[in-house]
Nanobody, 120 residues
Framework: QVQLVESGGGLVQPGGSLRLSCAAS????????MGWYRQAPGQQRELVAT???????YYADSVKGRFTISRDNAKNTVYLQMNSLKPEDTAVYYC??????????????WGQGTQVTVSS
């Protein structure tokens, strides 16, 4: 199986920065797209940013210019650098990955989530 473990969440003041990390482990041959989603209380889960295996990024309009997604393919890890944080960025952030494994061709996996709270 495959596990995704997020880290880096926490409490930050408006205008501050945080860097999230998500490491994938298990029976992995390769990882296709990786991404970050978030879910605020009472809201649906929404896309924040995705990145292809070749490094092409896609961002939701709400985070363009403030967030940067990157990945280290050698470490099976994806990052989300979040700058100029706003209270409306408060949510649980989830890592997502499309994986080719040793026993399956392609499956989608989620991490357990990490809380990001932006408040003064």
């Amino acid at each position: 199986q495959v596990q995704l473990v997020e880290s880096g969440g926490g409490l930050v003041q408006p205008g501050g920065s945080l860097r999230l990390s998500c490491a994938a482990s298990g029976s992995i041959l390769s990882i296709y797209d990786m991404g970050w989603y978030r879910q605020a209380p009472g809201q649906q889960r929404e896309l924040v940013a995705t990145i292809s295996s070749g490094g092409s990024g896609y961002y939701a309009d709400s985070v363009k210019g403030r967030f940067t997604i990157s990945r280290d393919n050698a470490k099976n890890t994806v990052y989300l650098q979040m700058n100029s944080l706003k209270p409306e960025d408060t949510a649980v952030y989830y890592c997502n990955a499309d994986v080719r494994g040793s026993t399956f061709f392609r499956r989608n996996f989620w991490g357990q989530g990490t809380q990001v709270t932006v408040s003064s």
